[in-house]
């Protein structure tokens, strides 16, 4: 029981005080009279009770429901109204003790007990004053109908008024909420407690015989319990199966248009090559200066690169080929960096580099990875349209080559963080992005045997990282050695 307000306290305090109230109201009812067959009677539904509670049984993973109602009707049906409410708090008390429940909740729900079956015990009392179960008269047919209903609505009322104080709640409306189960659940807890209180009124000691029952409804319930959990990892296991289809038709989609796209672009990029290439060739004889010629070299380089671009795009959806072919991560950041240059220096973005000279080569090819860098950074800048910082970073963990790319722009809502690396997913303005360069990014990853991930938080910033599995050849061998012989030691973290 949580202490939370002073209301809930006093509310505690007066359930407690009607606990003892009726306590002494049914001794004074009914004095105790020693005979062995009531203390066995009694001392046996104590167990019972306290097993009951001590032990519900599992319906399903979040819900548990108690049986206790069952003995508890059925000690009021057969014992002396003193018997059955020591019965009651003893096995509530030592029930509540098993669980480790704090003091204040033990008390209470005693109390909740000592109200609920003094009452109805008094009231059965009254109305059947003979201690023989018969349904000859209509006080006696009624009797047990009027008892079960003064267990439940005093219990429900008392307990109700807790959650109610609690959560600030109509206890009414929290009733309201599970009334059908829990009537359904209450009236079949009754019906029981009345066969086994004919029973053992009948035969002592077939109360013994509960024990068969209780366990077969137990492995039952623990039956169904199992089986709900199987059905519910197999549901699992479909949504996830039923997610990759969807991804795999996305990429699909994606080939298929990348296909169009290509088939439409690489007739004038290759026209551009060309002239460039041809004009690169004669520069002395067709241009006149120095710049001229370096900016068809840019022409050159940039038409270039979309070539590759569309190759990459072409070849998104499966597995690469160069598997042979390695790069050096530390090479392709320092590309980056110079390609990110003017556009850092427009945006007002100070780029970090914390990498060190010799790195592991890892698998693949150079073009692709720089691809992928290029899209990371290009988004991170996009993110920071009032300037801020980027940092590069990489290190060799394990197998592999781990490159952070980090920013401190406005960072990734959580609703869209599971959506940023699917195909046309953007939240960029119409115009401004189409969705595709984490997509590519991931898919790149992928491909080369690593992956990407990515940490965020609104107004502070996100880090994606590219994990890429360490080439196992000579090469890459060397360049290990040469990282050793490095002392260890990064560059110190310099701006670009």
Not at 62 to 67: C, P, R
Not at 274 to 286: D, F, K, M, P, S
Request: hydrophobic share 50%.
């Amino acid at each position: 029981m949580v202490q939370s307000s002073w209301p809930l306290r006093l509310y505690i305090a007066s359930v407690m005080i009607l606990g003892v109230a009726a306590f002494v109201l049914v001794f004074g009812f009914s004095p105790v009279e020693i005979a062995i067959k009531r203390i066995v009677l009694a001392a046996g539904f104590a167990v019972i009770i306290g097993l009951a509670n001590a032990y519900p049984i599992q319906i399903s993973e979040k819900v548990q429901t108690n049986v206790s109602s069952a003995a508890l009707f059925a000690a009021i049906l057969i014992l002396q109204p003193v018997m059955a409410v020591i019965a009651a708090i003893v096995g509530s008390v030592a029930s509540e003790v098993f669980r480790r429940r704090p003091c204040q909740q033990v008390l209470f729900n005693a109390a909740v007990v000592s109200v609920y079956v003094g009452v109805a015990s008094i009231t059965y009392s009254i109305l059947v004053p003979s201690s023989t179960l018969a349904f000859n008269t209509v006080p006696s047919a009624l009797g047990p109908v009027v008892v079960a209903l003064l267990i439940y609505t005093i219990n429900r009322v008392l307990v109700a008024g807790v959650a109610g104080i609690q959560l600030g709640k109509n206890p009414i409306s929290l009733w309201r909420q599970a009334w059908k189960e829990d009537l359904i659940q209450e009236v079949t807890l009754f019906a029981s407690g009345l066969l086994v209180a004919l029973a053992v009124n009948q035969v002592p000691w077939s109360i013994l015989l509960l024990v068969i029952p209780a366990a077969i409804v137990y492995r039952s319930f623990a039956r169904i319990t199992e089986l709900n959990l199987k059905v519910k990892a197999q549901m699992e296991e479909l949504s996830s199966a039923q997610g990759q289809l969807v991804e795999t038709a996305k990429m699909a989609a994606i080939g298929t248009l990348s296909a169009g796209i290509a088939h439409q672009i690489n007739n004038p990029i290759f026209a551009i090559r060309g002239r460039a290439e041809q004009l690169l060739a004669t520069a002395e004889t067709h241009l006149k200066s120095a710049k001229a010629k370096e900016n068809l070299d840019t022409i050159y380089r940039m038409a270039d690169r979309v070539s590759k671009v569309i190759k990459s795009l072409l070849t998104s959806s499966r597995p690469s080929e160069d598997g042979r072919k390695c790069a050096a991560i530390n090479e392709i950041l320092d590309n980056v960096r110079t390609l990110l240059k003017s556009k850092a220096k427009e945006s007002r973005i100070r780029v970090l580099c914390d990498y060190r000279k010799q790195l592991p080569l890892v698998c693949g090819e150079g073009t692709e990875i720089q691809e992928l860098f290029m899209n990371l950074t290009l988004n991170s800048c996009d993110s920071m349209p009032t300037g801020g910082e980027l940092r590069l970073r990489a290190r060799a963990k394990d197998s592999f080559v781990c490159a952070e790319i980090s920013d401190t722009g406005e960072g990734i809502h959580p609703d869209n963080l599971s959506k940023i690396f699917d195909p046309f997913f953007t939240t960029k303005e119409v115009g401004k992005g189409v969705g595709l360069g984490l997509f590519v990014v991931r898919e790149i990853a992928r491909r080369h045997g690593g992956n990407v991930s990515v940490q965020s938080e609104l107004g502070k910033g996100s880090t994606f990282t590219v994990s890429l599995p360490i080439a196992a050849g000579v090469e890459s061998r060397q360049r290990a050695m040469a990282m050793a012989s490095d002392n260890g030691s990064p560059l110190p973290l310099r701006s670009r």
